[in-house]
């Protein structure tokens, strides 16, 4: 019993690190139809930019966040503006195969610049932990879960309260409409695109203080964790990448508990498409995303 | 008096398969003119040429070209689901995975020649296309993809965890020496006219089928399915069929590749890189055409190789910003960019870009 409370603890705050890493992608999904395959090389860009912090400055990684923040934004709107705006009106899987393009440009670009050597910012309170009857919950995971929740909240609070995320929501609706409204379209696009790659940025922040990344397996693990937890949850719903997080951190922990060798993983596949099949919309997503064929 | 499923329908071809696939072959032969025999002539030259080259190349040539015309029947296949119906399949690695250790698994547990392997192999490939078709291709655009993804990446880890059968993580060797090997090792000429026979029967298979009724019932599901449906064309069955015909090569591909390794592991032939590859050949070259995967292999498979052998560590860089351009620049393929550029006299490629930008 007590196995499965402490795996249980574990997947809520790994779920809530998951979340974090998500819910970008699925934000530029939902409002561009744009799959960003380079989801977890901004990720890893900016577990990178707090790592060069703390071995040059000293500084705390929670600490850096903000400069993460702005730094992976100013990154994320020129990418959109320069490049994917460019073939917003090809074929769906046009954007698709350019940010594969760039996903290669920027991890082979990080490989070059820091070698694909482990690494990992080391804190005091990362791997210590306090314990709640059987249960032990580290500090740094905690934290980051916190976080996690709190950005949720804020972007959709962003989202439903202000002009420019009405903008964002008007423009993912119905981008024809919105421009008539006087929405600047690239511009909104390219806002959204910084955004996601700011929430990836400090996403790779906490992954690199809680464990470790490298720029060859880190990457492709991360998007397609965005993947699975983005159709979990369901799209244009902020709070779909939390919902899919903790499921997917929960069934993963706990599955890792009952099923021997890496067949939690075949399972995590099996639920994937059966969620697709009879429900493409998510836990908690709108309808109107999972019909939609932009071509 | 019932006249039965109209000529050329899928129904027909279902029903008597042989019968109407020497139709189609009959009815394009009627129908050459001097006009528009050219690219099947090129192509029999090219296939002829083709034939003879193995005798004057080094082996790590034949190897190169090997992999060359692997690619051309894979970026083909992926062609006829992705291109032509539409469907964007990122799951494709999975009949490849499936054929290899199906080959594989005949040879080494069961003693089976490979020439006996092969079709059980392509059977395989067909029998689970239509298993996870028939529920996943009611997915549409990115879903679809995504459900695909993960049923490559489902099948890579049964594969990985039925240790006794497939031998697991630790991969799985074929017999090719002695009296172990049931059948005997082709060498690098051999593997070189396998591939070369596997691209062409692709290329013309591709060819054929995008010529006939099926290949419009194909494109006009691709245009719009809702319509396609209200004409009296069974969306779902040429989805399915569509999908089972790119699996049967794409695993008749795996089946060549396993014999042609020995030696490899799940992670290998259920590497979802070699599904990224065939949706990057074939969306370079041109998609929905038979030329434009064609190119798009040859040229990819070719440039990779070039920037490996000479880049050293910055060959996937140059590869990746190379991508990049010519996404920006040719978003409907190199080929029906200059397709339409000749039609409409319009050459300027800052044209072609503003007619996609946002």
């Known amino acids: 019993m007590g196995q499965f409370l402490q795996a249980a603890a574990y997947g809520v705050v790994q779920g809530g690190l998951l979340a974090l890493v998500a819910v970008g992608f699925s934000l530029v999904w939902g409002v561009m139809n744009v799959i960003n395959f380079s989801h977890g090389a901004f990720a890893v860009t900016g577990a990178y930019v707090a790592w060069l912090m703390s071995q040059r400055f000293g500084l705390d990684p929670f600490l850096a966040i903000p400069i993460v923040a702005v730094a992976l934004f100013g990154f994320g709107y020129v990418i959109q503006r320069g490049l994917i705006n460019l ?3 090809a074929p769906i899987f046009l954007t698709l195969l350019l940010t594969f393009g760039l996903n290669l440009v920027i991890l082979n670009g990080l490989q070059l610049l820091f070698t694909s050597d482990d690494r990992t910012i080391d804190t005091s309170y990362a791997s210590q932990s306090f ?5 032990n919950v580290p500090y740094g995971r905690l934290a980051a879960c916190f976080l996690a929740i709190v950005i949720t909240v804020a972007l959709a609070l962003v989202m439903t309260r202000t002009r420019l995320g009405h903008a964002i929501g008007a423009t993912g609706m119905d981008r024809g409409a919105a421009r008539l409204m006087g929405i600047r379209a690239r511009h909104i696009y390219a806002v959204t695109f910084g955004i996601a790659a700011a929430l990836a940025g400090i996403a790779g922040t906490m992954i690199a203080t809680v464990g ?3 720029p060859t397996t880190t990457p492709g693990q991360l998007t397609l964790d965005a993947f699975v937890i983005s159709v979990l949850g369901g799209l244009g719903n902020m709070y779909g990448a939390l919902v899919g997080g903790l499921v997917l951190g929960i069934a993963e922990s706990i599955g890792g508990l009952l099923l021997t060798g890496t067949w939690v993983n075949a399972i995590a596949m099996a639920v994937l498409i059966v969620v697709l099949v009879i429900r493409p919309s998510g836990l908690i997503g709108k309808a109107q995303y999972s019909g939609r064929v932009e071509v | 008096m019932n006249a039965g499923p109209a000529r050329g329908s899928v129904a027909a071809v279902l029903q008597r398969p042989h019968r109407t696939l020497v139709q189609v072959f009959v009815d394009w032969i009627r129908t050459r003119r001097p006009a528009n025999s050219w690219p099947a002539l090129l192509g029999l030259v090219a296939f002829a040429a083709m034939l003879g080259v193995q005798q004057l190349i080094e082996p790590g040539t034949q190897r190169l ?7 051309v029947a894979l970026a083909q296949a992926w062609n006829l689901i992705g291109g032509y119906t539409g469907y964007a399949s990122f799951g494709q690695v999975a009949f490849f995975g499936l054929g290899a250790y199906t080959v594989a698994v005949l040879m080494n547990n069961y003693h089976v020649s490979f020439w006996l392997a092969m079709p059980v192999a392509i059977l395989a490939g067909v029998l689970f296309a239509v298993l996870i078709g028939v529920p996943l291709l009611r997915l549409r ?6 459900a695909t993804l993960g049923a490559a990446e489902g099948l890579r880890e049964v594969v990985n965890n039925l240790t006794p059968i497939t031998g697991g993580g630790l991969g799985i060797t074929i017999p090719t020496f002695g009296d172990q090997a049931p059948t005997p090792y082709f060498g690098k000429p051999g593997f070189y006219l396998a591939f070369l026979v596997l691209a062409a029967v692709s290329v013309a298979v591709c060819a054929l089928l995008s010529r006939s009724r099926f290949g419009y019932a194909m494109v006009a599901v691709n245009e719009d399915q809702e319509a396609a449906g209200a004409v009296g064309i069974n969306t779902t069955l040429v989805k399915v069929v569509a999908f ?14 396993a014999f042609q390794q020995i030696e490899f592991y799940p992670t290998d032939v259920f590497d979802a890189s070699f599904t990224v590859l065939m949706v990057i050949m074939v969306m370079i070259g041109g998609s929905g055409t038979v030329a434009g995967p064609l190119a798009g292999a040859v040229g990819l498979e070719l440039l990779s190789q070039f ?5 050293g560590a910055y060959n996937q860089l140059i590869f990746g910003a190379i991508i990049v351009v010519v996404v920006v620049f040719f978003p409907q393929g190199v080929v029906n960019y200059f397709r339409d550029a000749v039609r409409t006299r319009q050459f300027s490629i800052f044209d072609n870009v503003r007619r996609y930008r946002l």
């Not at chain 1, 314990?131 to 249960?135: E, H, L, M, Q, S």
């Not at chain 2, 070209?65 to 690619?71: D, P, Q």
């Not at chain 2, 920037?307 to 880049?311: A, C, E, F, G, T």
Request: net charge positive; glycine share 6%; charged share 0%.
């Open chain 1, 87 to 89: 073939i917003i009106n």
């Open chain 1, 131 to 135: 314990a709640i009857g059987v249960v």
């Open chain 1, 212 to 214: 470790s990344f490298n």
């Open chain 2, 65 to 71: 070209l090997s992999a060359v015309f692997m690619f």
């Open chain 2, 141 to 146: 655009g990115h879903y679809f993809a995504i």
């Open chain 2, 244 to 257: 089972a015909v790119s699996a049967a090569i794409v695993a008749c591909a795996g089946a060549f590749y």
């Open chain 2, 307 to 311: 920037l490996r052998v000479n880049l």
